[in-house]
């Protein structure tokens, strides 16, 4: 890529990056959530010759490099172009949000209608929708997608009918594997008329185009670490890793990135032995979420993740923690059953809210939440 570093404070990708704490953050977009052991390893090399060694995934299934100097940003963006992680420009990039469930089969058509969703969305009459905007193929016999972002979704009926859904509405259209790309996008095309975000012209009342008449499957919980028929499920604490992890991580399989910060390592049939790695559902770590927070993130408040570390043991079985260094909630987006929100003045503790909700409390210091969040739960 040519030209000055454009630096932006929303949605960074790897053609448009933008600048933290820390560096500039570059946004992988790994085709169709997928990346083979050759790009895996390429990543950590890059991610350790370019920037500091840290990578983040993300509840959209990218992955995040950090800390890269501005200098060293397009001897980076070669790397990866190497690899074939690099879209033909920004446009591009800027439409291809598109999650695939990480435990599809060879024979239930995700793998296919993704590729056929990303060429599509390639061509210069795609809809020119948000970097926000996404789309989901969750074409198991039963969902796992319907909590991760996805404005536009195909999913199946518990026949087993393919279905055009979109996000937060409970009826899908019947479609086609031949018909199944057009009608997303005849659906992206359709929410650009009507405003931006699905989710937000729903909540309006705008009446969706007709055949939205077959019920969806009810949403299924997040899936935990473990063995499953695709390959291994790894978790990692706030979902970050350095590149000597991800190095040896390639060693193990091709990646599978899901929207729940973990990664699945196709085709593997035992856990690995990893230190680094959280391979047991009971594991505490997995109960709280933190972004990155002060320093590494101008915005943030305060440190946070090892607030959330020292918090972790206090959050009961089944229930979330949510560690925000400021009100826009990045780490999570949804409510949590407790949220400590950083402030200028402290930290706010939310329950059942987002991390910009109202709290219950405010002002509280952080060396006194241990024993607070005994008290509150």
């Known amino acids: 890529m040519s030209g000055a570093v454009k630096i932006k404070g ?16 570059v946004r992988i977009r790994p ?3 997928r990346l083979d052991q050759r790009q895996t390893a390429g990543i950590a090399a890059l991610a350790d010759r370019f920037g500091n060694g840290i990578i983040d995934l993300s509840n959209r299934a990218n992955v995040q490099l950090r800390g890269i100097a501005k200098n060293r940003y397009e001897a980076l963006i070669d790397g990866l172009r190497s690899l074939g992680l690099i879209d033909p420009d920004r446009v591009v990039e800027s439409r291809r949000n598109i999650l695939v469930t990480p435990f599809r089969s060879a024979d239930d058509a995700s793998g296919v209608i993704a ?16 970097a926000k905007f996404g789309y989901a193929v969750d074409l198991g016999a039963k969902p796992v997608l319907q909590d991760a972002p996805g404005d536009v979704r195909l999913e199946r009926a518990a026949d087993g009918t393919l279905l055009l859904c979109a996000a937060g509405y409970f009826l899908g259209k019947p479609v086609s594997h031949d018909t199944a790309v057009p009608q997303m996008l005849s659906l992206a095309r359709w929410s650009l008329e009507h405003g931006t975000r699905m989710s937000r012209i729903l909540d309006k009342g705008t009446p969706l185009p007709d055949g939205f008449d077959i019920a969806r499957q009810s949403v299924a919980s997040v899936p935990e670490p473990g063995i499953y028929p695709a390959g291994v499920l790894v978790a990692t604490a706030f979902g970050q890793l350095d590149a000597a ?28 032995r990893r230190a ?24 943030g408040h ?37 949220t400590m929100t950083a402030t200028s003045a402290g930290f706010d503790l ?28």
């Open 115 to 130: 590729a056929q969703l990303s060429s599509m969305l390639a061509r210069p009459d795609a809809p020119d929708v948000s």
């Open 350 to 377: 939310i329950r059942d809210g987002t991390a910009d909700a109202t709290p219950e409390h405010t002002g509280l210091s952080a060396r006194d939440l241990p024993d607070f969040l005994k008290k509150v739960h």
């Open 276 to 299: 680094s790695l959280i391979c047991s559902p009971a594991d505490p770590m997995l109960r709280v979420m933190a972004c990155i927070g002060a320093p590494g993130c101008t915005q």
């Open 31 to 33: 085709p169709a959530g």
């Open 245 to 272: 992890t991800l190095s040896d991580i390639a060693g193990l399989g091709a990646l599978r990135v899901t929207p729940w910060r973990m990664l699945l390592i196709e085709g593997a049939t035992s856990l690995p």
């Open 302 to 338: 305060a440190g946070t993740r090892d607030l959330a570390r020292d918090l972790a043991k206090h959050v009961p079985v089944g229930q979330t923690l949510h560690v925000s260094g400021c009100a826009k909630g990045c780490a999570f987006p949804r409510a949590a059953n407790f």
């Open 10 to 25: 929303w949605c960074p990708g790897a053609l448009r990056p933008m600048m933290s704490g820390d560096g500039l953050i």
